[in-house]
């Protein structure tokens, strides 16, 4: 979280520490904090029988080579890593790409390969392209090694698409790279196939890669589709970064990875290389779920996926229904992943001067904890999880509607028109329909 994030929910829970035990926790990304939504038992089933192979106890190699004389008695742990990063290669392949094992490095987490990809492209002094709103990570990794952060804009009222025009202005002679995140946290927005073609266009123009972040690959509800950036560019290197962390529901093991798309050996040379020797930093990722990856991709079922959509996007319908008849709040739907960003007019809550201070004090009236906007650079909304059981969440949305008719005034009847505009779905979205799903109990980064 960069300073100006942290500092905001550092203000929020302090000024009600007392009543930590009361407060719904609306705020973290962990999709396992509520116990609700469990990793498939075929995950747990790999991971013991990686643990009783008694195989993948050592160090591994940082990049999984396997080119070992039969003699070396470390050739059949060596070879066994590689399967791993075979595994990622699999998985991550589709009717417009197939991936190369070789261009697989394993990582200590989606956050872990950010970090890797960061400090492989961009020199201090020289600056990167983020999304606004954003991720916080990114600005922490960068400036941490002196690198500027620029930001972009991504337009709310077209579903949290990327401002095309914004993004090439920001493009310098020392820009290094840009920085994409599909599905998006916090919009829950989803790209098509199109938008990411004019996306992949600016890089091209500017000679520029681009680091998609995509650890919410394929986690986007029906209707929708996920295409990796890496298999629709044909000129642009990309650096895909992914992992267990959310689809899998596993935060806690620490399993990433970085797909290196370069079809033209732009990397080659330098960042390649770079990438495998900056990957020995940490003396390879977490061996026992190296050894368990490759059944966990292979064996965990469709239906294991289906089921947590199902309870994301009920969840999301149910938090866009309850909060778009709120006066004062404007919410956007989303379209994936795990979040819902709400804006917040504060015309119509004059008592605060920001909203930070009016979500502090919702914590304070209603025990209800909501990330506010400045943890992504976006002043004027706050970002709601969606990994909530469906009971609390609904209890959350009410307390907000309560606190929210307390605090509500009318500035003006043309002011208050403009505002119930906006609080209905995006143009580009149709209205959704409230459904309740059916799921199957057993099976369905950072914090933030």
Same mark, same amino acid.
């Given at each position: 979280?960069?300073?100006?994030?942290?500092?905001?929910?550092?203000?929020?829970?302090?000024?009600?520490?007392?009543?930590?035990?009361?407060?719904?926790?609306?705020?973290?990304?962990?999709?396992?904090?509520?116990?609700?939504?469990?990793?498939?038992?075929?995950?747990?089933?790999?991971?013991?029988?990686?643990?009783?192979?008694?195989?993948?106890?050592?160090?591994?190699?940082?990049?999984?080579?396997?080119?070992?004389?039969?003699?070396?008695?470390?050739?059949?742990?060596?070879?066994?890593?590689?399967?791993?990063?075979?595994?990622?290669?699999?998985?991550?392949?589709?009717?417009?790409?197939?991936?190369?094992?070789?261009?697989?490095?394993?990582?200590?987490?989606?956050?872990?390969?950010?970090?890797?990809?960061?400090?492989?492209?961009?020199?201090?002094?020289?600056?990167?392209?983020?999304?606004?709103?954003?991720?916080?990570?990114?600005?922490?990794?960068?400036?941490?090694?002196?690198?500027?952060?620029?930001?972009?804009?991504?337009?709310?009222?077209?579903?949290?698409?990327?401002?095309?025009?914004?993004?090439?202005?920001?493009?310098?002679?020392? !820009?290094?790279? %840009?920085?994409? +995140? *599909?599905?998006?946290?916090?919009?829950?927005?989803?790209? /098509?196939? @199109?938008? #990411?073609?004019?996306?992949?266009?600016?890089?091209?123009?500017?000679?520029?890669?681009?680091?998609?972040?995509?650890?919410?690959?394929?986690?986007?509800?029906?209707?929708?589709?996920?295409?990796?950036?890496?298999?629709?560019?044909?000129?642009?290197?990309?650096?895909?970064?992914?992992?267990?962390?959310?689809?899998?529901?596993?935060?806690?093991?620490?399993?990433?990875?970085?797909?290196?798309?370069?079809?033209?050996?732009?990397?080659?040379?330098?960042?390649?290389?770079?990438?495998?020797?900056?990957?020995?930093?940490?003396?390879?990722?977490?061996?026992?779920?190296?050894?368990?990856?490759?059944?966990?991709?292979?064996?965990?079922?469709?239906?294991?996926?289906?089921? !947590?959509?199902? %309870?994301?996007? +009920? *969840?999301?319908?149910?938090?866009?229904?309850?909060?778009? /008849?709120? @006066?004062? #709040?404007?919410?956007?739907?989303?379209?994936?992943?795990?979040?819902?960003?709400?804006?917040?007019?504060?015309?119509?809550?004059?008592?605060?001067?920001?909203?930070?201070?009016?979500?502090?004090?919702?914590?304070?009236?209603?025990?209800?904890?909501?990330?506010?906007?400045?943890?992504?650079?976006?002043?004027?909304?706050?970002?709601?999880?969606?990994?909530?059981?469906?009971?609390?969440?609904?209890?959350?949305?009410?307390?907000?509607?309560?606190?929210?008719?307390?605090?509500?005034?009318?500035?003006?009847?043309?002011?208050?028109?403009?505002?119930?505009?906006?609080?209905?779905?995006?143009?580009?979205?149709?209205?959704?329909?409230?459904?309740?799903?059916?799921?199957? !109990?057993?099976? %369905?980064?950072?914090?933030?």
């Amino acid at each position: 979280m960069n300073s100006l994030g942290g500092m905001a929910v550092h203000s929020i829970i302090t000024s009600e520490w007392m009543h930590v035990h009361l407060v719904d926790w609306m705020h973290k990304g962990d999709p396992t904090v509520f116990g609700n939504l469990l990793p498939s038992p075929e995950v747990l089933d790999a991971v013991r029988e990686s643990l009783g192979s008694l195989r993948y106890n050592g160090y591994a190699p940082s990049v999984g080579e396997w080119n070992q004389p039969h003699h070396d008695t470390r050739a059949v742990s060596r070879a066994s890593y590689m399967e791993a990063r075979e595994a990622v290669a699999r998985y991550s392949s589709s009717v417009d790409v197939t991936v190369d094992p070789k261009d697989v490095l394993l990582c200590s987490g989606c956050s872990g390969a950010l970090d890797l990809c960061i400090t492989a492209l961009a020199n201090p002094g020289q600056n990167i392209l983020v999304p606004r709103p954003g991720f916080s990570i990114y600005r922490t990794l960068a400036e941490g090694l002196g690198i500027k952060v620029k930001s972009y804009n991504l337009k709310p009222e077209r579903g949290w698409m990327v401002d095309l025009e914004h993004l090439e202005e920001q493009c310098d002679e020392k !820009t290094v790279a %840009i920085i994409i +995140n *599909n599905p998006s946290n916090p919009c829950g927005s989803v790209f /098509n196939r @199109e938008h #990411l073609f004019d996306i992949l266009e600016v890089a091209r123009r500017n000679f520029l890669p681009i680091i998609a972040d995509e650890i919410y690959e394929h986690m986007v509800f029906p209707g929708k589709e996920f295409h990796s950036l890496g298999s629709l560019s044909l000129e642009v290197p990309v650096l895909s970064c992914s992992g267990l962390t959310k689809r899998f529901l596993i935060p806690g093991w620490r399993m990433g990875w970085i797909i290196i798309h370069d079809r033209n050996g732009v990397f080659d040379q330098e960042v390649r290389k770079g990438l495998q020797r900056l990957s020995q930093r940490i003396i390879g990722s977490n061996t026992l779920v190296q050894g368990a990856l490759p059944a966990i991709l292979k064996n965990t079922p469709q239906e294991f996926y289906y089921n !947590t959509l199902c %309870i994301l996007q +009920n *969840n999301a319908l149910v938090a866009f229904e309850m909060l778009k /008849n709120i @006066e004062g #709040l404007r919410p956007v739907m989303p379209e994936g992943a795990m979040y819902i960003m709400v804006g917040i007019n504060m015309e119509h809550f004059p008592e605060f001067s920001s909203e930070l201070h009016f979500l502090e004090q919702m914590v304070t009236e209603e025990s209800v904890f909501c990330l506010p906007g400045q943890c992504f650079d976006y002043p004027g909304y706050m970002r709601l999880v969606l990994s909530v059981p469906e009971e609390q969440l609904r209890e959350a949305c009410h307390r907000i509607a309560n606190y929210c008719a307390r605090h509500f005034t009318i500035n003006s009847i043309s002011s208050y028109l403009v505002q119930r505009k906006h609080s209905l779905p995006c143009p580009t979205q149709a209205q959704p329909t409230l459904t309740t799903f059916s799921t199957k !109990t057993g099976g %369905i980064e950072d914090d933030m």
